[in-house]
């Protein structure tokens, strides 16, 4: 009896170690399970931003690129036919339509929610005039510096540009960039400057101090207006990126309508608001419109620096169409500064790499 008792009893201990011991082994491969499933849902989600990043990066490269052309073609007898300011409002209309069309699909198959609905507090919607501002005072100042420097000098001194956002980068997003992205980005202010270079481009040297003073204030208005876009951007990354858009190319509008009014007011009422306009004029309003959109999608997805890097490899591009388009000639510094960027480039994206 005694020893059935203790049999009994050993072998319901046993039983009892071994539900323990499958039990902790359920639990464990569990954990691993769910272990396996964060860091694949990482990688997944790692592979899909990359994706967007790459997507967009290569569309603002591809439009930018092309941007110029499109602009030398709308021209007449070197001179346009239509309003610029006009031709502005009407990048900032289609954006906006752009924008809402976008958004309209997202109300369909995801609902209205809180980080899509147009309604927004004026805490969030007093950040979108700043940079539609900066925009508006640094083409206005356009007009004028040409009045101190030419056309070449102008495409040389506006690479102060990507100086100027690399510097405000660290300063407004306290975003640190490593010592060889610093070269990197010398390197590439650089080469774009040598692929200008032409005869002439001495006379930039001999600029009078107003134009280079007009210069560097373009370049710190355009490099402040990028970066503050891109802060705003990620203020609230689960904002729809649409949304977002909305606000700041209504007030691009706004500002480009006053611009009419100030500058091309009797023009437009009297020859109308399309006056000159063209089929070429029409697909270069629709590239600026889908190049603005792919900005504000580098902002959101990837950062300024490589929007500085697209617009400065979209212009050996546009040079490159030139060649077959306009009988344009590539020179020994255009082959120079081509190689400059590429280096440039290249130690920007191993710096990443080793980040």
């Known amino acids: 009896m005694e020893y059935r008792k203790i049999k009994d009893d050993e072998d319901r ?65 070197g001179k346009y036919d239509y ?106 202010c650089a080469g774009c400057t040598t692929a200008q270079l032409d005869p002439s481009s001495d006379h930039v040297l001999q600029t009078p101090f107003q134009g280079w003073i007009m210069a560097i204030i373009m370049a710190l208005l355009s490099g402040f207006a990028g970066v503050y876009t891109e802060a705003i951007m990620k203020k609230r990354l689960s904002r729809n990126i649409n949304v977002q858009n909305f606000w700041l190319y209504v007030f691009g509008m706004l500002f480009n309508a006053i611009a009419i009014f100030v500058q091309d007011f009797d023009a437009v009422m009297n020859k109308g608001f399309f006056h000159g306009y063209t089929l070429i004029t029409t697909l270069m309003i629709l590239n600026h419109a889908l190049s603005g959109i792919a900005v504000s999608m580098v902002m959101k997805y990837a950062d300024n620096i490589v929007k500085v890097y697209s617009t400065s490899v979209a212009m050996l591009l546009t040079a490159i169409v030139s060649v077959f388009l306009f009988n344009f000639h590539l020179s020994l510094a255009f082959f120079l500064g081509s190689t400059v960027v590429s280096v440039s480039v290249y130690l920007h994206s191993i710096s990443k790499i080793q980040k």
């Not at 071994?18 to 399970?33: F, H, I, N, W, Y």
């Not at 699909?105 to 609905?117: A, C, I, L």
């Open 13 to 77: 201990d046993a039983d009892l170690i071994e539900a323990d011991v499958e039990s902790l082994r359920g639990k464990s491969l569990t954990g691993v399970s769910l272990n396996n499933k964060n860091t694949l849902g990482s990688s997944f989600g790692d592979r899909s931003k990359w994706k967007i990043k790459s997507i967009v990066t290569l569309a603002l490269t591809l439009l930018t690129s092309s941007q110029a052309i499109l602009i030398v073609w709308s021209k007449r007898a």
């Open 83 to 188: 309003s610029v300011t006009t031709a502005n409002f009407s990048v900032e209309a289609l954006k906006c339509a752009l924008s809402l069309a976008a958004l309209a699909r997202t109300w369909r198959s995801e609902g209205v929610t809180e980080d899509n609905k147009l309604s927004t507090t004026f805490n969030e919607v007093i950040y979108y005039p700043i940079p539609a501002a900066l925009y508006l005072v640094k083409n206005l100042l356009q007009y004028y510096i040409f009045a101190y420097v030419d056309a070449p000098g102008y495409q040389i001194l506006k690479n102060f540009n990507i100086i100027s956002t690399g510097v405000l980068y660290r300063i407004i997003l306290k975003k640190k960039l490593s010592e060889i992205q610093w070269a990197a980005f010398i390197l590439l």
